[in-house]
């Protein structure tokens, strides 16, 4: 039997496809952008990722060209989507998707902060408030667009949406739940008639059924199938958010195990209990053992984003050569970072390219690079952008450790960032904890993909994903590198709190 695995990504889409023991047969990726339409905002509209998700499921299918009927099953997870899709009745957006880059919700982030006791919202949802989650986004909908607002019939998530465009049901799991922050009871694992009525979100507005990751929400409906690829009455899995699904396909179920994934931005998480939770980190249901274990993890808003700025605001000589030579633009600059001795000579960046999520939670921190003079050349600046990228990373470790979450001292990785040597040297080295790359570096999809073949009785228990994992050898923190890092991340922290009411300022 064959299983599908779809992750809806902030800049892509990417589907894989699996056999049983988890060797992957095809997989195809889409890439699109996000709107951008002022400073700190950040908004898709559905349908770009139904089309992606779609037209993606369709290639792997083509090119595999496997029987149909042995496709089991297919689970997609997605992006965390802030507010969701605000839909009407007839399952309509009515407002583009204020996804979790986006910043704009600062009064009601500051109203939530001055009215309700950070301690009332802690206990009752295990986090916390920020423009990052998605109850301060709906706030603003209600606040801007209340036209918008009185027609909202549901908030919809990203996946769920394009699940709903599949088989025509309506549902969300606990991960996307949880995510959504200050309106989900983290104990009672439903949504929080108390926190509703205090926010002034009406519970109506959320989706009433709330699954499993690993349960079956419905069958792909025949005009779907026709579009996409899959036969009619092919199951559709819940799936999760795209950062415990990572996780997930890292191969992480146990206490201590975590997970760094690197992407456009850094979600690093661990697997625990729930009987230790950080203020200043996420926290929420797990993608197997939903009901039972809590995923808990800090992010970091720009990592792969800060490269990829990079490359279109000054790689356009590289573009051409990556092209003319068939190799990736990242592997050039890398190459000419790998010149570059750690610390970058002097350069310190704080990575705050979109305001900051954990643990700092700052709409308004801004992007710093600190420390240039006239002999650091462009290549100083790329290897200062990819460790301020670890020092972030290294930022939300250490609030798990202080919360008292247990960890080892391997650091799996996984993502589009993992596939740079030289980042992840510079991970093990900035942040003391040797990281272990996942060899296939299929991530989301392929944890999608297992949770596919849980839901349709492919696979008997979650421990089967450890046979499908493959790792790399572990790269080692350099001691030496470890205490010039040491001093540039005390910098860091310092320089963050030197500037940030000048960044508010601005």
Same mark, same amino acid.
Request: charged content about 20%; proline content about 4%; aromatic content about 10%.
């Given at each position: 039997m064959y299983l599908i695995g779809s992750d809806i990504g902030t800049q892509g889409t990417k589907t894989v496809m699996v056999d049983e023991f988890g060797?992957?047969?095809?997989?195809? @990726?889409?890439?699109?952008?996000?709107?951008?339409? =002022?400073?700190?905002? !950040?908004?898709q509209w559905p349908d770009v990722w139904v089309k992606a998700v779609f037209e993606t499921t369709r290639q792997i299918i083509d090119k595999s060209k496997v029987d149909r009927k042995k496709i089991a099953g297919m689970?997609? @997870?997605?992006?965390?989507?802030?507010?969701?899709?605000?839909?009407?009745?007839?399952?309509?957006?009515?407002?583009?998707?204020?996804?979790?880059?986006?910043?704009? !919700?600062?009064?009601?982030?500051?109203?939530?902060? =001055?009215?309700?006791?950070?301690?009332?919202?802690?206990?009752?949802?295990?986090n916390y408030v920020d423009s990052y989650f998605g109850f301060p986004k709906m706030m603003w909908i209600r606040n801007n667009e209340p036209e918008i607002w009185k027609k909202i019939y549901k908030f919809l998530t990203p996946k769920d949406y394009v699940i709903y465009q599949m088989t025509g049901q309506l549902a969300i799991d606990y991960s996307s739940a949880g995510n959504i922050g200050g309106l989900f009871d983290i104990r009672k694992l439903n949504w929080s008639d108390h926190m509703c009525k205090v926010l002034g979100i009406p519970i109506d507005y959320?989706?009433?059924?709330?699954? =499993?990751?690993?349960?079956?929400?419905?069958?792909?409906? =025949? %005009?779907?199938?026709?579009?996409?690829?899959?036969?009619?009455?092919?199951?559709?899995?819940?799936?999760?958010?795209?950062?415990?699904?990572? %996780?997930?396909?890292? &191969?992480?179920?146990?206490?201590?195990?975590?997970?760094?994934?690197? &992407?456009?931005?850094?979600?690093?998480g661990t697997v625990h209990d729930g009987s230790k939770l950080a203020f200043g980190l996420v926290s929420y249901p797990y993608v197997v053992y939903d009901t039972e274990r809590i995923y808990t993890f800090g992010g970091s808003a720009?990592?792969? !984003?800060?490269?990829?700025?990079?490359?279109?605001?000054?790689?356009? @000589?590289?573009?051409?050569?990556?092209?003319?030579?068939?190799?990736?633009?990242? %592997?050039?600059?890398?190459r000419e970072a790998e010149q570059v001795a750690p610390g970058s000579e002097g350069i310190v960046v704080l990575p705050y390219f979109m305001g900051e999520r954990s643990p700092i939670w700052d709409p308004f921190?801004?992007?710093?690079?600190?420390?240039?003079?006239?002999?650091? @050349?462009?290549?100083?600046?790329?290897?200062?952008?990819?460790?301020?990228?670890?020092?972030?990373?290294?930022?939300?470790?250490?609030?798990?450790?202080?919360? &008292?979450?247990?960890l080892n001292d391997e650091c799996w990785i996984v993502g589009g960032v993992a596939k740079s040597n030289l980042w992840v040297r510079i991970f093990a080295d900035v942040t003391g904890f040797k990281m272990r790359q996942v060899a296939s570096l299929v991530e989301a999809p392929f944890g999608d993909a297992f949770l596919a073949g849980l839901g349709t009785g492919v696979i008997d228990k979650p421990e089967r994903i450890k046979s499908w994992v493959k790792y790399k050898e572990a790269v080692e923190p350099d001691p030496e590198s470890r205490k010039i890092y040491d001093r540039y991340y005390e910098i860091f922290l310092e320089l963050y709190t030197s500037t940030s009411s000048l960044m508010k300022k601005l």
């Open positions: 060797n992957v047969i095809g997989e195809a @990726s889409v890439e699109y952008d996000v709107i951008k339409p =002022k400073p700190n905002w !950040a908004e689970a997609i @997870s997605g992006l965390f989507g802030g507010a969701g899709i605000p839909v009407d009745r007839n399952v309509q957006p009515l407002y583009p998707c204020l996804i979790w880059m986006d910043r704009r !919700a600062v009064e009601e982030t500051e109203w939530v902060k =001055k009215n309700i006791p950070k301690e009332e919202i802690f206990q009752i949802t295990g959320l989706p009433e059924k709330i699954v =499993k990751s690993s349960e079956v929400v419905g069958r792909i409906t =025949k %005009q779907a199938a026709s579009l996409c690829g899959l036969l009619e009455g092919t199951p559709i899995i819940a799936g999760g958010i795209d950062a415990p699904v990572a %996780q997930f396909s890292a &191969g992480a179920l146990e206490e201590g195990e975590h997970v760094a994934m690197v &992407g456009t931005s850094t979600c690093w720009t990592t792969g !984003a800060l490269a990829r700025w990079f490359k279109e605001q000054f790689g356009e @000589s590289e573009n051409v050569v990556a092209e003319r030579i068939n190799t990736s633009v990242y %592997q050039l600059f890398d921190a801004k992007g710093v690079v600190f420390g240039l003079s006239l002999y650091h @050349s462009r290549a100083h600046v790329y290897r200062a952008f990819m460790e301020g990228a670890a020092y972030a990373l290294r930022h939300n470790i250490e609030e798990g450790l202080k919360a &008292g979450l247990k």
